[in-house]
């Protein structure tokens, strides 16, 4: 018994279909829309007809663009890649340089929290600019060692910690009531160390984006070098 084929991607399909009217729009304009569209009203809003509308004009026109809701998620997914500027040299400092580009990636989940929804529902190709990220931060890791399969690695966990501490950054809380709770439970003498690491581990994140920031880049400079020995 033959091996289905793997899917086609919508980037190894032409933009649009030989045959019909001359083009109104370009995928990168209905990308933009559907984006729009999910930044404004989630992801679950996100369909071929709601988009038509949003660009007015009719669902069927769309279809020459993309084939399917599933290529439009695929393209709406690598055009936010595409915000991560790749554009400065490494600097020779791969912790430092691979941090920074966590917390791009961590700030484009804040951004666009439609993407944290449609990471955990399916697994999204990797599209042009996906691509152009991991050669930027494969370029970053030159110096670093560990062996190129090391470095993969690390890059797949540092962009699943971004997705992690934006999630966080975005719905942690610790309700009044709880924080008392925890607090009365520690001083009751059961949970020593409990009591010792809350007595000195200072306030959690005030929930800034600075302060998020900041934690982030702490864990991420201490891991780091333990990924890449």
Same mark, same amino acid.
């Given at each position: ?101 966590? &917390?791009?990636?961590? @700030? $484009?989940?804040? /951004? %666009?929290?439609? !993407? =944290?929804?449609?990471? *955990?529902?399916?697994?999204? +190709? ?55 709770? &925890?607090?009365?439970? @520690? $001083?009751?003498? /059961? %949970?020593?160390? !409990? =009591?010792?690491?809350? *007595?000195?581990?200072?306030? +959690? ?25």
């Amino acid at each position: 018994m033959s091996e289905p084929e793997p899917r086609h991607t919508v980037w190894s399909r032409p933009e649009r279909g030989a045959r019909g009217p001359a083009p109104e729009r370009s995928r990168r304009q209905i990308t933009a829309a559907a984006i729009a569209l999910a930044d404004a009203e989630g992801l679950a809003a996100v369909s071929m007809r709601a988009l038509a509308q949003s660009l007015g004009t009719g669902p069927a026109s769309l279809y020459r663009y993309v084939a399917s809701r599933h290529d439009l998620l695929d393209l709406m997914a690598d055009a936010v890649a595409g915000e991560i500027d790749l554009t400065a040299a490494p600097s020779g400092d791969w912790i430092g340089d691979l941090v920074g580009l966590a &917390l791009q990636t961590k @700030a $484009a989940y804040v /951004r %666009h929290t439609w !993407l =944290l929804d449609l990471n *955990a529902q399916r697994d999204n +190709p990797i599209g042009p600019h996906a691509i152009d990220y991991l050669d930027h931060a494969l370029a970053v890791l030159a110096q670093a060692p560990g062996s190129s399969q090391q470095k993969l690695e690390t890059i797949g966990l540092v962009g699943g910690l971004a997705t992690l501490f934006a999630r966080q950054q975005l719905t942690a809380t610790t309700p009044p009531a709880q924080a008392a709770y &925890l607090a009365d439970v @520690a $001083a009751q003498g /059961r %949970h020593p160390h !409990l =009591l010792a690491a809350l *007595a000195t581990a200072g306030p +959690p994140p005030s929930g800034s984006p600075a302060d998020w920031d900041a934690l982030f880049a702490r864990l991420l400079g201490r891991l780091l070098p333990g990924l890449l020995s």
